[in-house]
């Protein structure tokens, strides 16, 4: 067995004893993680833990405010002070704790404090502004980045790339409509057709002089492939958008407008995300609702409730914001836990869990009927606030929880599975895998146009989620039918040569691993198969010298990093799901389980500092706070019912949490 070296933070390697020496020490972790958990649940039923990001979310929050003249500067220096407080020793801002710096992350975070008054000869943004021009300066930004910088007069619309708003007259056949792009993005481009229409400029009282370079324009690519055709018809686009705005741009614009109010949540706001949210805001402005207007109002002040308070700031207060709010799927994961590590399935947790999560099941109508127009509405999303776009990754986890569950209303329990069941097997993909949100989105067409370099803007298939798709399916009983037989064989196909699987909502590989080798062996797939050994020898191949796994999110562009870096709880305990699938035991597993105990805190709970989401790959990273408990106490749970048959004790005691 090959043991990979693993840095801690301060760059040295720290091999650690493996031992588990009483089987008490297991049943202690366990009750004492059920202790955690339970003290965490809301009255309500619900988990919700921080989300984190990185600074873009707070430097365009403090824009947004200036542009719609609603600062509260108490509130503004908070998160100015929140933004000092992530700036890295050379100057720049990254994405992630431990990422090299991003560019347009610092340029944000410049922007953001030089509004909130800092001098532009202030040391701290004298680093920032050279670390910038040593990188190509601002003219090397992302297309977002210089929208915003646009709306405060910092850089020029001529300079953005467009969409034009007449594309909300594109039928859903035709190339480039709305529906092409994933969901996320589809709710960031309605908007973004408006105000880029509209170009309003709201100036501030600097310049970005300091970020700027002078160097002229990259070169077009070829007029033969995509991305050049698409660039020479932008400048097209641009010009056509700056003729008068004629009766049909008018009445397009209505159109993207009625769009967004249609979709707006109960919270306020759209989608439960943040870009669409503040996007949205801006298109509405533009469009002439007053911030006193109902849909507006509900905007703000539930945009308001995003924000997480830090009142002991080494500087004094600080706030930042969540990009997102997770309390679905937190609940359900936590609800797994609980379940995995032995906690009664009558617990009181266990049904105020399950009530509350029944009562979130979405009936409504969304976008993803485009595709599945007779499929009825049964699934889970993400958020409190998410009607329109339930996702098959949440409902596929949410069914795996609840299906565990002792409820006095067992047939209502019943129903409830069946039609989500029924939804998400509908959802399935023309090539066998299934995408988060919709089905069948994986036209490339709409990521060569300039306007979408920020990331994933289709929603394919991915492996994490075909894998958990599959893994419900089965355990429901469907690992015979012609969709679960089509998933696993996607699945099979869709593995990474050295024998994981790429995460596209985790970090990464160990993410994806870790979902598709417990699907496939439920799915009836032999441990011996050659491709569930393969994924065991990696995963063995990469396990650190402490017992636990890590992999830093720069794997998504640097297969240098993949499966390798800083053991964190959640991916160790990815790794240990995908062994205890395969039937894996011995010093392996036994290492990765004492590295989970011998780290857990008093309280039950663990540290992870280190981000382990993905948003979008390569660009954009989460940190749930809820996935240092929820998933160990899963690979602890599975562990113990594995030992208690007769590897460590005979006879399996339950474990109870307070």
Known sequence: MTLQDNPTSSGQFQPVEWSLSDPSDLRAALAAGIGHLKSRQHPDGWWKGELATNVTMDAEDMLLRHVLDIVVPEDQERSARWIRSQQRTDGSWGDFPGAPGTLSTTVEAWVALRLAGDPEDAEHLARAASWVRARGGLEKARVFTHMWLSLVGLWSWDECPTLPPEMMFLPKWAPLNIYQWGCWARQTIVPLTIVSAKRPVVPVSFDAAPLLTGAKPARFDPLWTIGGLFQRLDVG??????????PVRRLAMRQAAEWILARQEADGGWGGIQPPWVYSILALWQMGYSLDHPAMKAAVAGLDGFFVELPDGPEGPMRWLEACQSPVWDTGLALAALLEAGTPSDDPAVLRAADWLLAEQVSADGDWQVRRPDLPSAGWAFEFANDVYPDT??????????RGVTHPEPERLRAALDRAVAWTVGMQSRDGGWGAFDADNDRQLPTKLPFCDFGNVIDP??????????????????????????????LLANQEADGSWFGRWGANHLYGTGAVVPALIEAG???????????????????NVDGGWGEDLRSYHDKAWVGRGASTPSQTAWALLALLAAGEDGPLVERGIAHLVATQRADGGWDEDLYTGTGFPGFFYIGYEMYRVVFPMWALGRYARRVSAGAISTSPEPVEGP
Request: charged share 25%; net charge negative.
């Open 237 to 246: 686009v641009r010009a056509f958008g700056k003729l008068p705005i004629n």
């Open 393 to 402: 990754d949440d409902t596929a986890e949410m069914v795996l929880a609840l």
């Open 461 to 490: 298939p991915s492996a994490d989620v075909t894998g958990h798709v599959v893994e419900m399916m089965a355990v429901e009983g469907l690992a015979d039918s012609p969709e679960c037989r089509r998933g696993v064989e996607w």
């Open 525 to 543: 797939v032999p441990a011996d198969h050659l491709a569930i050994r393969a994924a065991v020898a990696w995963l063995e191949e990469h396990q």
